[in-house]
């Protein structure tokens, strides 16, 4: 059926990219085209309504990274059709065309969209953070979820009890969840594999206990109420509109901010210890790499993303209770990192955007988006089991110097 095509063509990975984008079209047609109606207990299909500005918006975005990422495949097809690759102008090129599709967001979406978005960016940032001590130093740490709690709490209690702006309590909910890493990390760091993994597990359900039980300082299972929402130099105290779009900006700014920051740790020598360690570990001690000093940097820099990103959870929802911190966040959290492919920021934004939004879009299928979400996972771990992104490329390559001769 495909034999008019070239046959370098069906073997390169443009027939692969063209084969999973089908194939995930397939799977994501019913939540994107279609809803479910209840009519006197009658359930029936109908299509899903758009406004018309909104598919606008989305076909200029579409259409605008075409023109931009077309030109090469469309020149390869005549000839001998390399294997996929982006160059770094059309890597940077996509990143400024998604950030501007991004902020333009806000104009042509209603308060629950915007809502969504928000909640989706704080997560892709949380999954980075994790991605962090996971993907890049590799280890197993279950208790993540805590070092977001202990953030959240941060700002909520000081903005309730005294009166703390949110712009001020924002170092201090990324310098206790970094102290509180160090602590912690410091003595079960020296642990490895499974044992590892149960000790931050039980790490992590120590600090919900403590959550649940003071009830004098934390307010104990009714959590948090009537947290204070920030402000930007006024912007965000009008109305609700206003906030809502302001911490879809700030959402955004501080997904941006921790993206680079995991880029250029990723290339200094700090990030390669991490890597190295996420390889072999005994091979980076015998190298001369202070195995316990890299863990537990790699610890202390994702537990200050993670309370960052619960403080902006706190300042969005207003109110936090330990309800909001169970150990079935951390699972999510690594199932983003693990479909995403380890150490692979896009794939885990990707994974991360699916998990949080495909529940949401699929609400009106109440009663089998869990089902689907479920059948959307297995086949990912079937045909991807290395997840979306498997590539490993190295964090620095060397270049040769003009005139310089090599083997």
Not at 38 to 67: E, I, K, W
Not at 238 to 249: C, G, K, N, S, T
């Amino acid at each position: 059926m495909l034999s008019f095509l070239p046959p370098r063509f069906l073997a390169s990975s443009y027939a692969k990219i063209a084969g999973w984008t089908l194939v995930a079209a397939v799977i994501l047609f019913p939540f994107f085209v279609l809803q479910a109606v209840d009519h006197n207990g009658q359930l029936s299909l109908a299509p899903m309504t758009y406004r018309p500005y909104v598919l606008a918006v989305l076909g200029v975005f579409l259409g605008l990274c075409a023109v931009f990422f077309l030109p090469a495949p469309l020149r390869a097809l005549g000839q001998s059709c390399p294997d996929f690759a982006v160059s770094d102008v059309q890597k940077k090129g996509l990143q400024v065309l998604l950030v501007v599709g991004l902020l333009l967001l806000p104009l042509v979406s209603n308060r629950a969209e915007l809502d969504l978005a928000t909640v989706v960016l704080l997560s892709v940032a949380l999954a980075w953070g994790m991605t962090i001590v996971v993907g890049y130093a590799g280890l197993l740490d279950l208790g993540y979820i805590a070092f977001y709690a202990v953030g959240a709490y941060t700002y909520a209690l000081l903005s309730t009890d005294y009166g703390v702006s949110f712009w001020v309590a924002l170092p201090l909910c990324a310098l206790l969840p970094a102290a509180l890493a160090f602590c912690v990390g410091f003595p079960i760091l020296r642990l490895r594999g499974d044992y590892f993994a149960i000790v931050t597990l039980g790490f992590a359900e120590i600090v919900r206990t403590l959550l649940i039980n003071a009830q004098s300082i934390t307010g104990g299972p009714n959590g948090v109420a009537e947290i204070p929402r920030p402000t930007l130099l006024g912007w965000g105290a009008a109305d609700l509109d206003e906030r809502m779009m302001m911490l879809y900006v700030l959402a955004l700014a501080w997904a941006v901010v921790v993206y680079f920051v995991m880029r250029r740790l990723r290339v200094l020598p700090l990030g390669r210890a991490w890597e190295a360690l996420r390889e072999d570990d005994i091979a980076a001690r015998s190298l001369g790499v202070n195995v316990h000093r890299m863990k537990l940097s790699a610890h202390m820099i994702g537990a200050m993303i993670a309370g960052i990103c619960g403080a902006f959870f706190a300042a969005k929802q207003g109110f936090v209770s330990p309800e909001s911190f169970t150990f079935l966040d951390t699972a999510f959290l690594l199932a983003m990192v693990v479909l995403g492919g380890m150490g692979s920021p896009w794939g885990v934004a990707l994974a991360a955007t699916l998990i949080v939004a495909l529940p949401e879009v699929s609400r009106s299928f109440a009663d089998y988006r869990m089902l689907f979400f479920g059948m959307v996972m297995v086949l990912v771990m079937i045909f991807r089991p290395r997840g979306f992104a498997t590539a490993r490329r190295p964090s620095v390559v060397y270049k040769p110097a003009s005139g310089e001769k090599t083997s």
